[in-house]
């Protein structure tokens, strides 16, 4: 009888998810109180810096971000897979001088990118073609040009953002560029796939663009919201 000895059971099915291990995989840690001579292994011996953890991440891997304030210059982000997420309730905050550069798959989860209203992009694809750029439970802001650019002689797969804040950019939003450039007949463009869920976007300056917040060019064509 399914119902006999309900009350008593005590295996695995009825444990609190928040009690359950974590995700597996190699995780790199860095924190304002790490040092970038550590390994940032462990929590105990993160990095200090943002740079320091990539360097040491490999392909695939996760880069736990501790609560705080990190300063950052450009990274250039070239290994496929890496996912850089915030520590469970932390809220971190990345105030970039340059902005972060995407060669490859990469995913970013629960991070604050503020430009300080001098760099010029916050994710750019415009030195080398990406696979996917995704950002989850972000906020950019404050950049003088775009958000998230693809320039319009490199490439990504597909570009996600779901439950995001975008604010405060001297253009747009989400700018993805189509090539002049031709491949055979057709022109080449930034992006594949495009999806913005959830997500808010304000005061966002682009009087001079008329498509407005978000503009998005596939096959020579404008989509703007």
């Known amino acids: 009888n399914p119902s006999e000895g309900s009350d008593d059971n005590t295996g695995d099915d009825n444990e609190d998810p928040e009690e359950q291990p974590e995700e597996e995989g ?61 520590a469970k309730d932390a809220k971190p905050v990345i105030n970039a001088t340059s902005y972060m550069n995407i060669y490859a798959t990469t995913t970013f989860v629960g991070l604050t990118f503020d430009g300080l209203g001098s760099a010029e992009h ?26 998230v650019f693809v320039d319009g002689t490199h490439h990504v797969d597909s570009l996600i953002i779901d439950n995001c804040l975008l604010h405060h950019s001297g253009r747009v939003a989400v700018y993805v560029a189509a090539s002049s450039l031709m491949d055979g007949e057709t022109p080449i463009h930034g992006c594949d796939y495009f999806q913005l869920t959830n997500s808010t976007v304000y005061e966002i300056n682009s009087t001079n663009y008329s498509a407005g917040a978000i503009d998005i060019r596939t096959n020579g064509n404008q989509q703007g919201m």
């Open 122 to 147: 916050g994710f750019a694809v415009k030195e080398n073609t990406a696979k996917n750029l995704i950002l989850q439970d972000c906020e950019v802001s404050n950049y003088l040009k775009n958000l």
């Open 26 to 86: 190699v995780k790199i840690y860095v924190s304002p109180s790490g040092n970038d001579d550590n390994d940032g292994k462990t929590p105990e011996t993160a990095k200090a810096t943002l740079k320091k953890a990539y360097a040491v991440a490999n392909a695939g891997e996760t880069i736990i971000v501790a609560n705080g304030e990190y300063e950052s210059s450009s990274i250039t982000f070239d290994k496929p897979g890496v996912t850089v997420k915030a």
